[in-house]
């Protein structure tokens, strides 16, 4: 089975097993107009980025910490998904939630998370 690694770069770890991963992923292109002088419009495009929204249900209390623990760095991140490929992407986590659900008397969680590549 593929896995998916994110971190800092050197020091990428494994994300827990059972994630839901998204297919097809978000894709956004930034696009700028501008008025000539003329009242004509010149277009400029940007890079695409891409977000990935990743969900597991349910994770044991050390998973969500360590996910909570990447959350918390404030660096960019490589990303790896090899669900869908080898490359590498540079990326930050731009959406990140979790609520608690029990599974047989024992408290769980539902974490979602959205990593997205740095333009």
Not at 87 to 111: L, Q, R, T
């Amino acid at each position: 089975m593929p896995d998916i690694l994110l971190g800092i770069s050197g020091s990428e770890v494994t994300l827990p097993k059972g994630v839901k991963v998204s297919i097809p992923v978000k894709v956004s292109k930034k696009i700028s107009i501008s008025e000539m002088s003329d009242t004509s419009e010149r277009l400029s495009f940007g890079k695409e980025k891409r977000t990935w929204p990743l969900a597991w249900k349910p994770l044991s209390y050390d998973d969500k910490q360590m996910l909570e623990e990447l959350r918390m760095l404030n660096d960019v991140l490589r990303f790896q998904n090899q669900y869908e490929s080898p490359k590498w992407f540079d990326v930050y986590i731009s959406g990140f939630g979790h609520e608690a659900v029990m599974v047989a008397g024992v408290e769980m969680y539902n974490v979602t998370m959205d990593v997205t590549e740095l333009p």
